[in-house]
C-alpha cells in the first residue's frame, strides 16, 4: 500500500482534510504523515518535517505527497535531498483538498502509485463538469452494450436504482470504490438513461461527480476475469441503499 504524506502551512488545514478522507476509507486505511506549519504556532512549511514525514510513510509502493501552497513545494522539493529512505517519492500536482481525497480513497484500495497519482491529478474534471466549465477529456473502460451477452466470458452488465435519499454521494463512492479492489475487472457505471453520464467504478471524485439523485437507473458494464462477481457485487450494494 502506497503511502501518503500531507504537506500544509497550517495544521488545522491538514488534519481537516485528512479527518475528511479517512471517513471513507473504512477499516483499511494506508500510512499518513502530515507535516504542517513551522513550529511555535507559525504558518509555514519545514523541509526537514516533511522529509522526516516521507520517511514515517515510505512504502516499497512508493509515496505520493499533497502540498497546500508555493512554498510547501519548495519545502517538499528540498525534502527530497534531507530523506533517509530511497522508495519513489511522487509530488501530487492535484488540488489540495480534493486530492487528497481521492489519493487516499484510493491508496486504501490498494491502487498504484500510478493509478493513485492519476485520479488525484484529475480531481477537478468532475467539479468542472457540474459547474459546467471546460474540462480536460478523460479515458473510461469500454462500455459493453446491452445487446452484449452477460453470460459472454469476462463481460458482464447489471442495473440498480439508487434508493439513497441522498443519491450518490461521498460514502457510497467511496465504498464502490473499495469494493472494486476485490476484483479482476473494469467496471463503467453509467445513467441507465443517460450513458453519457458515466465513470469509472474505480474513480471516487468521478462518482462523486455523477450527481446521482434517488431514484436514477445505475448501469454497471464490466469486463475482464472477474466482470460477473464485480457488477452482481454492485447491484447488490446499489438496491441495498449502501447499508445506509
Not at 512554498?71 to 522539493?77: I, K
Not at 525534502?79 to 486504501?108: D, H, K, W
Not at 452494450?145 to 458482464?156: I, L, R, S, V, Y
Request: no cysteine; glycine share 10%.
Amino acid at each position: 500500500m502506497i503511502g501518503i504524506v500531507v504537506v500544509s502551512h497550517s495544521p488545522e488545514l491538514a488534519d481537516a482534510a485528512v479527518a475528511l478522507a479517512l471517513q471513507m476509507t473504512g477499516d483499511k486505511r494506508p500510512a499518513i504523515a502530515v507535516a504542517a506549519g513551522a513550529g511555535d504556532g507559525v504558518l509555514g512549511t519545514d523541509a526537514v518535517r516533511v522529509a522526516e514525514a516521507i520517511d514515517e510513510v515510505a512504502s516499497p509502493d512508493g509515496v505520493l505527497v499533497f502540498m497546500d501552497l508555493g512554498s510547501a513545494v519548495l519545502s517538499t522539493t528540498m525534502a527530497l535531498e534531507f530523506r533517509q529512505s530511497t522508495n519513489e517519492v511522487r509530488l501530487s500536482r492535484a488540488p489540495f483538498v480534493e486530492g487528497i481525497v481521492a489519493g487516499v480513497v484510493l491508496a486504501a484500495a490498494g491502487a498504484s502509485l500510478d493509478d493513485a497519482d492519476r485520479e488525484a491529478s484529475g480531481a477537478m474534471t468532475a467539479k468542472n463538469a457540474q459547474l459546467g466549465a471546460e474540462a480536460p477529456p478523460q479515458s473510461a473502460p469500454p462500455t459493453p452494450t446491452a445487446a452484449d451477452d452477460p453470460g459472454e466470458a469476462g463481460q458482464a452488465v447489471a442495473e440498480a436504482t439508487i434508493v439513497n435519499e441522498v443519491g450518490l454521494h461521498a460514502r457510497p463512492a467511496s465504498l464502490i470504490v473499495a469494493r472494486m479492489a476485490d476484483f479482476d475487472a473494469k467496471v463503467t457505471v453509467s445513467d441507465a438513461d443517460d450513458p453519457q453520464r458515466s465513470t469509472s467504478a474505480a474513480s471516487v471524485l468521478g462518482l462523486m461527480g455523477l450527481a446521482f439523485g434517488k431514484g436514477t437507473r445505475v448501469r454497471f458494464a464490466g469486463t475482464g476475469p472477474d466482470a460477473a462477481d464485480a457488477v452482481e457485487a454492485l447491484r447488490a450494494m446499489t438496491a441495498d441503499g449502501f447499508g445506509e
